[in-house]
């Protein structure tokens, strides 16, 4: 009853706004790249001595980020609501905690239910032309196939951007110079956004959506250095705790920063086409991505900051540009501020919060003293990577002073059984190629880093980097970030930390409850199988 309300109520307000529409509507550009962390330039720029946005953001250039986030608010804390792909989007899309979202909160078997509002639909029917490329949500349907019974896919028919690194050295490799092979592939970026701006109804507003999959696994190896001189040997030193210090690990950091940076360009390229529209003064840019690193440890699938912190900057009409924010914000918060923008009704079933309070203060630092924590959590990933297709269930709350974790079935791998890799079948030698990782330790992607933790799992170098990441973990994780910034000491257990545990459990359990989250009921039944629709609101 409540979603044919609240449709009922947009469809009039729609019609409102073609008769008779309010002061001009911002157009919408968002920019939201696959496995994205929180790496740019500029948080090293910003990061105290010694906090892990110094270490890794030292070495990779992001200028056309750092210039747009200059130019609006750049967020310190900002997390996404799940580290996984599917359910990050489904929370983002709806505005809605994943756990919200029905079959939508996980990876594999995940089933979009209509009847869940999504920002994107919301502002088409309140008047805007949308459109996309690349990437946005379509588990197991090509990314060219309609989108809720309408084309909203402008894109040239090359899509080689996702596969930066294997294209531009291909180039390279069939005689092309190596800024000549990477422009054909901007070039790609800025046709796609083009053909958008010109197809679409130039008497509406837009919103157009840049998904771009390059820092998404895999990529060409060693090309961080071939393309982007980022010297692993650089790296050396500076690499978090929770990562082997080794050649191997280095260069598979380089060459992921350096997709950062060809992500970067192509958000140069995205912005200069709409500077070169008219249309950039009107425009709300946010930029941001759905997870981690991924193929490391800590990183995607995990509810440590390394998973869960992302990359965020909006700027625009409205904003209070020049400032950075220490506010806890959750990527669930960008649907109701792109909607209260446009002007348009936010469902009664959104549970982020608008930041437009946030945007519009001229402080810097911590804005409003109500955002101090957020929360995060975890279900299910790849489907096989437990028996049983079982989940491996978390969440977590996130404040600047601490990080605490539940892990509701600490009797499972929380990355996935790695027993079999003792087994005569699946025997692995220090000179694995990469795709035999795939099927082992499923919850993390294959790359170097995993192909070295599972080589070196009993060696004296290998088994404590092995075990922490891939063992079990107990049933709660408490880390002191002020003594422990990389959260690899759990205190939990600590008499010292009892009060503050109890607290993070209260409050946590407390958001779960509010917004009805189905792992507390019966025992996780509705996760543990998966229903075809999600519970009522």
Known sequence: MKTLLHFALLLTFAALCKAAPDAKRPNVLFIFADDWGRYAGIYHKNAAPGSPLSALNAFVKTPNFDAIASQGVLFRNAHVNAPSCTPCRSSLLSGQYFWRTGRGAILRGAVWDPAIPSFPLLLRDSGYSIGKSYKVWSPGTPVDAPFDGQKYNY????????QFSQHVTKLIGNGRSSDAAKQELYDEVRGNFRLFLDKRDHSQPFHYWFGPTNTHRAWEKGSGKALWNIDPDSLKGKLPPFLPDVPEVREDLADYLGEVAALDAAIGTVIDELKKSGEYDNTLIIISG????PGFPNGKCNLYTFGTG????????????????????NLTDLAPTI???????????VTGRSLWSIL???KSGQVDPAWTWTVTGRERHVAEAREGYLPYPQRAIHSGQHLYIINFKPDRYPMGRFDLLDTESAKLTPGLILKETRSVIADIDA???KSWLIANRSTPQGKPFFDRAFDKRPREELYDLAKDPYETVNVASDPAYAAIR???????????KRTGDPRLENDGAYFENPPLSGPAD
């Open 502 to 512: 109890k607290d993070l459990e209260t409050r946590l359990l407390a958001e779960l």
């Open 155 to 162: 894109q040239v028919a090359s899509r080689r951007f996702g």
């Open 447 to 449: 790359g170097p880093t």
């Open 339 to 349: 909607l209260e923008a446009a002007q348009v009704p936010v469902p009664a079933a």
């Open 360 to 362: 519009r203060s001229e």
């Open 310 to 329: 992302v990359s965020l900057s909006i700027s625009g009409p409205g904003v209070k540009g020049g400032r950075v924010v220490d506010d806890f914000v």
């Open 290 to 293: 759905d997870h981690g690193a």
